[in-house]
């Protein structure tokens, strides 16, 4: 929902890079071991960029895979997310590239269902047996009939538990040259596990790498550059602003200020142009001359942040700063977002909602559609809110409190389960069997309870034990633990 391709000539680099190795199909062991011959030849090519995000990592993968799949090369696609549940569980990775790859060749799609109608608990097995069961046994027998195409996993380091991440990758190195023709596109950060996994000999043999902040910083400034001049040509039309508007000298400004963060970029248009305001011009003279008094590495975007939810709330009683926490650390900390209607509804507050998150669009993506969800921007607003030193009082995030009063909420909601909740007159007949099953399902489970069947135990497990919270635990407990364990069935999660 909130991915875009890059914008037309910038990241021309990496871009022809991958395009060229995407499009050569020898195999890794042609590699003569040139730099330029293992570009071509590498079964793998990892992208990686700094310690934080913010480089463009994601929208270079999805401008790939927008660029292959129109060509009919692309075999599948997993974009990792933290604030999407199942886009942050890694045992779904593969079988999420199985099933795609099923759709991309027929052939490969017959072999993975004939498999699975046998053994249906492959599926849910452990990572190593899923790559060996769901992607090699399938393609041995059909890799003269598979075309040679590229599977893409983007953000690898997004996903909830790291230590899987590394097994992914380390599975992968194990059959690696039995996955032929298929190549692997993987993004992340530079993160212990993941780079520990790419040293393994098998993947290191066949992996080319891209390091992002090794590009020089001239060409990154002439990308940025570039995006903001064609950005703010487009609120300059669409306000009617002066034709010199904006100056060179500004656009220049505001790019070196992005320090070679594709996301301080796009925050920053996105703040310039916030319809609250309505005021382009006002909006980027105080970028322009804001302090810059943090010592982080990522003072200007930090900066920038605090300039959007200062603009948002200049003057905050201690009631509406409570709230604005209350409906930031939420979104921050939800295992999988949830439409405003629903969030409201888990939270049970009585004021709404949206006029304190239509002031905050600069950094939350809020859908047209109501029932869509809400969420953050980017990952760097989430370490901005939670991280004390770069964020500030009375916005800062503080995790095991924010998960502690989610905790509850969800204990309050389950205080409402009952028993047989779809009023299913014999509860021996087999769910495939009842008539309307599901739509009576999701009638009677709306995604906010749902929310809390599912997550009050994460919620619990990262909170401060309070002891107001474990009176909640010991009550749902005696009243609603039997009534949870039917729901859980109901919802297919037992």
């Known amino acids: 929902e909130k991915l ?3 914008y037309p000539g910038t990241r ?7 395009s060229e190795w995407a499009a050569h199909s020898a195999n890794a062991s042609e590699d003569t071991g040139s730099e330029s011959s293992k570009l ?28 292959l799949d129109a060509e009919h090369r692309l075999g599948a696609s997993f974009f990792c997310s933290r604030d999407i549940l199942e886009c942050s569980d890694p045992k779904l990775i593969v079988p999420t590239i199985a099933y795609q790859l099923g759709q991309f060749c027929p052939a ?4 993975l269902s004939v498999l699975l109608q046998a053994s249906p608990d492959e599926a849910f097995s452990v990572i190593p047996r899923q790559v060996e069961k769901l992607l090699v046994q399938p393609l041995k027998a059909v890799r003269e009939r598979m075309s040679a195409c590229v599977v893409i996993i983007d953000a690898l380091d997004e996903c909830k538990d790291g230590g899987a991440t590394s097994v992914i990758l380390s599975s992968l190195a194990m059959h690696i040259s039995e996955l032929a023709p298929i190549k692997f596109l993987v993004t992340s950060r530079p993160e212990l596990s993941v780079v520990n996994a790419f040293k393994v000999n098998q993947l290191d043999e066949v992996t080319q790498r891209y390091i992002l902040h090794h590009v020089e910083p001239n060409v990154v400034e002439a990308d940025i550059y570039q995006f903001l001049s064609h950005t703010l040509q487009a609120i300059q039309q669409e306000h009617s602003l002066d034709d010199g508007w904006p100056s060179v000298e500004d656009v220049k400004e505001l790019t070196h ?6 996301i301080f970029a796009v925050t920053a248009s996105r703040l310039i142009q916030e319809q609250q305001y309505a005021d382009p011009m006002g909006q980027m003279q105080k970028l322009l001359y804001a302090s810059k008094d943090s010592t982080s590495s990522y003072r200007e975007l930090d900066q920038l942040y605090l300039q959007v939810l200062s603009g948002a709330f ?8 409570s709230r604005v926490r209350l409906v930031l650390g939420s979104i921050a900390l939800l295992r999988d977002p949830l439409s405003v209607s629903d969030l409201t509804r ?26 869509n969800a809400v969420r953050l921007l980017h990952p760097t607003f989430y370490e901005f809110l939670v991280t004390p030193g770069r964020c500030v009082e009375p916005f800062l995030i503080k995790p095991d409190m924010h998960h502690t009063l989610l905790a509850q909420s969800c204990f309050d909601v389950l205080g409402t389960l009952a028993m047989n909740m779809c009023n299913i007159s014999d509860p021996w007949t087999p769910q495939t069997e009842l008539k309307g099953f599901t739509s009576t399902v999701q009638q009677n489970f709306p995604p906010f309870l749902r929310y ?18 474990l009176e909640k635990l010991s009550t749902f407990c005696h009243n609603h633990l039997l009534h949870w364990v039917e729901a859980c069935s109901l919802l297919g999660d037992l």
């Open 12 to 18: 021309v680099d990496v871009l022809t890079r991958i």
């Open 314 to 321: 200049p003057s905050l009683s201690p009631e509406l700063g």
């Open 452 to 469: 809390a069947c599912f997550n009050w135990a994460y919620h619990m497990s990262n909170s401060l034990l309070s002891e107001s919270l």
């Open 4 to 6: 875009r391709p890059c």
């Open 346 to 371: 888990l939270l049970n507050v009585t004021i709404p909602l949206d006029n304190t998150l239509k002031r905050l669009q600069s950094v939350i993506i809020l859908p047209q559609n109501q029932n």
């Open 108 to 111: 490969f799609g017959h072999e």
């Open 40 to 67: 071509l030849t590498a079964r793998v090519f990892w992208v990686n960029g700094p310690g934080s995000a913010g480089t463009g990592k994601s929208t270079i993968a999805y401008t790939v895979a927008q660029t």
């Open 257 to 262: 200020m992005s320090s070679g963060l594709f």
